[in-house]
């Protein structure tokens, strides 16, 4: 699955350790950069086995999230989104 990130910031963040163990400590960072690596080996959400990926509501309906560790989560929305003939997006077949 293909991740890019809304702001250069949060980029920074999850790529680069020295930032990550600033912002979440070190046994945190670890575990946002495997929860990234998992996402990074799928093809498409549906492959995804870790945790589980759950569609947002509200004003976030778009988005879906992850946990990532205690208290943080990722939060994702579809860039090329395949919609059902209600036109709700299919998560499980999100791969960007």
């Known amino acids: 699955m293909k991740i890019f990130f809304s702001t250069r ?45 759950h569609p947002l509501k509200g004003d976030k309906k778009d988005q879906f999230a992850i946990t990532v560790f205690q208290g943080v989560r990722l939060t994702f929305f579809a860039i090329e989104p395949v919609k059902d003939e209600s036109n709700n997006i299919i998560w499980k077949k999100v791969k960007k």
């Open 9 to 53: 910031k949060l980029e920074k963040l999850c790529n680069t350790k020295k930032e990550a163990n600033k912002k979440f400590g070190d046994k945190n960072a670890k575990f946002l950069f495997k929860r990234l690596q998992q996402l990074k080996a799928v093809n498409q959400l549906g492959d995804f086995k870790f945790d589980k990926p």
